[in-house]
């Protein structure tokens, strides 16, 4: 399985893994109900603070707590709308309901 990566919401910088040799950030993954995670060193399978992106994702649009239904959401919309998780470099940051994008070099190539 390969690496998933996106740019930060705030900033709009690739957030690196700790297997690319860039320097990695603070993330903070903050959904609509003002929950927040916090990874320090992200490894680039869509984890933060304990916390798995896709999983939250499917969560926050009412589906069972299941990673694959995330992804399957994220990448089969058929043009429903949802609403996702952001991915911030600062803490107590407000939600707004503005889907990261997604990183092609998956966190640890250069775009």
Known sequence: ????SWHTNDTEEPIWNTYSG????????????GNEWIE???EGYGDFGGKDYYELLAE???L??????GIDLNHNREGKPYITPNL???PNQK???QEPENHIGQGYWEE
């Open 40 to 42: 320090h060193d992200y």
């Open 1 to 4: 399985m390969g690496f998933f």
């Open 88 to 90: 911030v470099t600062k």
């Open 60 to 62: 926050m649009n009412g």
């Open 64 to 69: 069972a707590s299941d990673r694959q239904l």
């Open 22 to 33: 860039n320097p990695t950030k603070t993330i903070y993954m903050i959904d609509d109900k």
């Open 95 to 97: 939600w707004i309901n």
